[in-house]
């Protein structure tokens, strides 16, 4: 079965810094895109990061830019997000999700397609 196991969340205070973790299980790592999505009590959900191990590419939200960070460890089938100078704005619950290399290929982007797999989500709180 494919499993995304998103963990890491809390309580933080403004300016502090959190891990995410995204274990993922039951498909060719290398062959799918992963991503990190967040969606606030009364908002969208929206695309934070997402990163493309065979391409070598990332994205990043322009609300995270220079403040988050996404990696990979392909021997551990685990993706980070290091999140930095957290901020009120950044609370929400936080999804690791993943969508095939190929789908990501087709459409030219790693935002804005449906993706295949979501995990379970891992809430992050910053007080102000």
């Known amino acids: 079965d494919v499993q995304l196991q998103a963990s890491g969340g809390g309580l933080v205070q403004t300016g502090g810094s959190l891990r995410l973790s995204c274990a993922a299980s039951g498909f060719i790592f290398d062959d799918y895109v992963i991503g990190w999505f967040r969606q606030a009590p009364g908002k969208e959900r929206e695309g934070v990061s997402c990163i493309n191990n065979i391409a070598g590419s990332t994205y990043y939200a322009d609300s995270v830019k220079g403040r988050f960070s996404i990696s990979s460890v392909n021997a551990k089938n685990t993706v980070y997000l290091q999140m930095n100078n957290l901020k009120p704005d950044d609370t929400a619950v936080y999804y690791c999700?993943?969508?095939?290399?190929?789908?990501?290929?087709?459409?030219?982007?790693?935002?804005?397609?449906?993706?295949?797999?979501w995990g379970q989500g891992t809430l992050v709180t910053v007080s102000s």
């Open positions: 999700a993943a969508v095939s290399v190929r789908a990501v290929q087709a459409m030219g982007v790693m935002v804005g397609l449906e993706y295949d797999y």
